[in-house]
């Protein structure tokens, strides 16, 4: 036992290898060292081949090459066996809960699953496209996919490829951080018609997500109407009236680029049913609101009366949030503000507050949206558990396009998995998921859709180290053996599933970069998973 796991960890070390239990570690600045590390084979594995079934390598391999990290050399004057830990879904959640568990743990073994083709999750679909130093942390992620330790699957779907009790049978420990797949409902009528659109869908629409490629979202009014007002509510604004030189720099995909250059619209407004002091977006995604080029910012000064005294107390983030609205809406009045903004470009945006959506309103032929009912609002009580009450006005605005950007839901899984419908998460205490030893949540699955990529971060991390707790502490029992990937890859031949490969996902990576770069894009995303199985001979 201990000769094999030796040799799993050293593996590629002859020949000057990297330490695999530093392997996690990014370079400067994040980015990745070296390119993309040695050949896998095509199960994702490096060096000597599949990590579950490498006799072929020997204790003599590690002669005058000792392991550097501490934990490794621990765990290698033992004779335990190697935990093998499976994480469900390759987002920031999944790679940072492996990183965390790898960089702890001298010996674990860990196995992402993703079931798209290609991994990184929110991180691909969810960025915007002009937000590109969001996106370098894939550079980490990839560091992590390039341990000696870690291998991805893509291509599986968990829950109908391979069940959770599945996994169970060939882990020792299950992670589920597959995210947010759907999104919360409106609950009004009218939300069903045509030219109505869930941020989520919208978003995966410029973004490349397979699923979302279909849209075919109608630009053809001049009005859109933003329910929402977090960073994905701004990020839509901004990539609608955003100048089409600036987006064709970006990884936004063609078809979307090709949609938005015959756009009409050219006036958005944000609508939220409280306040200005319970805007959920942060003050660098408005700052770049307000300064993009060719649109102007519409906002009535009425709706900031007094909060210079109100936000004085408050913390330091929403002080200058709050500040910096005012001195938008201090700068001209509201009228001068829509003339300025039609004189000098045809695009302007705005902030609505206190309304709450009551029904879309369809056209005379009932055929799609033509506009908006909403409530008015007052607010009980202060800061963010004021609550928005209507106060019987009503209010209607025309649109042709309305985008409900009011939150993300995740989904259960598997029905082996406990689930809490109604607040859309697995129940869960730091992670470990209640009445199920050996099983795991990270991410928006265990806290809810919200936060910001360093939020998942630290969630990950502390589900880890609660994995990496049950570990030292003796909850987790290690000592039979698991077959990992070696029983799942059976499974999945059974069912005719063909997992993809880390090595696999780079060779559509490159194929995508070498797209991007004919047309003076980082990247032309591919958004058909038939093409990116094409590429790598699936």
Not at 321 to 341: D, G, N, R, S, W
Not at 414 to 421: E, G, I, K, L, T
Not at 427 to 443: A, I, K, M, T
């Amino acid at each position: 036992m201990l000769s094999k796991a030796l040799c799993r960890l050293t593996i590629g070390r002859r020949g000057g290898g990297r330490d695999p239990a530093a392997a996690v570690e990014p370079g400067p600045g994040g980015r990745v060292a070296g390119g993309a590390g040695p050949e896998r084979d095509k199960r994702g594995s490096r060096g000597c081949g599949n990590r579950a079934r490498s006799p072929c390598c020997t204790p003599g391999a590690v002669r005058g090459a000792g392991p550097r990290d501490p934990g490794l050399r621990r765990w290698l004057s033992s004779a335990a066996p190697a935990p093998r830990v499976c994480v469900v879904g390759s987002g920031p959640a999944g790679f940072y809960t492996a990183q965390h568990i790898l960089k702890h743990h001298g010996g674990a073994l860990v196995d992402i699953y993703e079931k798209l083709p290609v991994p990184f999750g929110l991180v691909r679909f969810g960025v915007a496209p002009d937000h590109p130093e969001v996106k370098n942390v894939i550079n980490t992620f990839t560091q992590t996919a390039h341990s000696e330790r870690c291998s991805y699957y893509g291509n599986v779907t968990v829950g109908r490829d391979v069940t959770v009790p599945e996994l169970r049978q060939a882990y020792h420990a299950v992670v589920l951080s597959y995210g947010a797949e759907d999104n919360r409902v409106l609950g009004i009528p009218g939300e069903n018609l045509p030219g109505v659109y869930s941020a989520r869908a919208f978003v995966g629409w410029y973004n490349g997500l397979p699923e979302n490629q279909d849209l075919k979202p109608d630009l053809s009014c001049e009005t859109a109407l933003i329910l929402g007002h977090g960073n994905v509510a701004l990020d839509i604004a901004r990539i609608l009236l955003s100048p089409l030189h600036l987006l064709r720099k970006t990884d936004i995909t063609d078809s979307s680029l090709a949609a938005l250059a015959c756009s009409k619209v050219k006036r958005v407004w944000l609508v939220g049913r409280r306040g200005p002091l319970q805007v959920a977006f942060t003050i660098k995604e408005l700052r770049e609101m307000i300064n993009l080029p060719g649109a102007r910012a519409v906002l009535d000064p009425a709706d900031f009366t007094g909060l210079e005294s109100a936000v004085k107390d408050a913390s330091r983030p929403r002080k200058r949030l709050t500040e910096l609205m005012i001195k938008t809406a201090l700068e001209k009045p509201v009228e001068m503000q829509a003339a300025a903004a039609r004189a000098a470009g045809p695009r302007e945006w705005g902030l609505k507050f206190q309304r709450s959506p009551q029904e879309v309103l369809p056209s005379a032929d009932g055929r799609r949206a033509r506009g908006i009912r909403m409530a008015l609002t007052r607010l009980e009580g202060s800061g963010d558990s004021a609550k928005a009450i209507p106060t019987g006005d009503v209010e209607e605005l025309e649109c042709g396009l309305v985008l409900s950007s009011i939150g993300y839901r995740s989904l259960p899984l598997d029905p082996a998995v406990p689930f809490d419908s109604q607040r859309g998460v697995i129940p869960n205490s730091s992670g470990r998921v209640e009445g199920v030893p050996g099983l795991y949540c990270s991410g928006w699955v265990k806290r809810g859709p919200t936060g910001m990529i360093i939020t998942t971060m630290n969630d990950s991390f502390d589900t880890a180290q609660s994995l990496l707790e049950d570990l030292q502490g003796g909850v987790l029992d290690i000592s039979p053996s698991r077959e990992g990937f070696g029983l799942v890859e059976s499974i999945l031949h059974s069912r005719g599933v063909r997992p993809v490969s880390f090595l696999d996902w780079e060779k559509i990576d490159a194929a995508e970069v070498a797209r991007g770069k004919a047309t003076g894009k980082p990247r032309e995303k591919i958004v058909d998973p038939a093409e990116m199985l094409r590429i790598i001979g699936h």
